[in-house]
């Protein structure tokens, strides 16, 4: 396929991902509706009200889907765990 072909020729990685939910996820909280499609080309999230172009959007949710099968080795964690920062204080001693 044309992929192949152009990784084998510049060089990469070709990493498959399940293309499940990655235009209706919203990229910054995770939260997926159909409802955050407002139009063809616009996303805007019913969750926090992120708002952005639909296509980059979900090509941002692919690119940590494929980050996540890199780290990881497994492709069920992209999807299925929704991380989240957490910020401690130091503790007094």
Not at 12 to 25: A, E, H, M, V, Y
Not at 60 to 85: D, R, Y
């Amino acid at each position: 396929n044309l992929l192949s072909y152009k990784l084998d020729w510049r060089g990469g990685r070709l990493i498959l991902i399940s293309p499940k939910n990655t235009s209706l996820k919203c990229r910054i909280c995770g939260h997926i509706a159909k409802d955050n499609r407002v139009k063809l080309e616009e996303f805007q999230c019913v969750n926090c009200g992120h708002t952005e172009n639909a296509d980059l959007n979900a090509s941002i949710n692919i690119l940590a889907e494929g980050h996540s099968v890199i780290a990881c080795g497994v492709e069920a964690l992209a999807s299925t765990v929704k991380q989240k920062l957490l910020i401690r204080k130091p503790m007094a001693v």
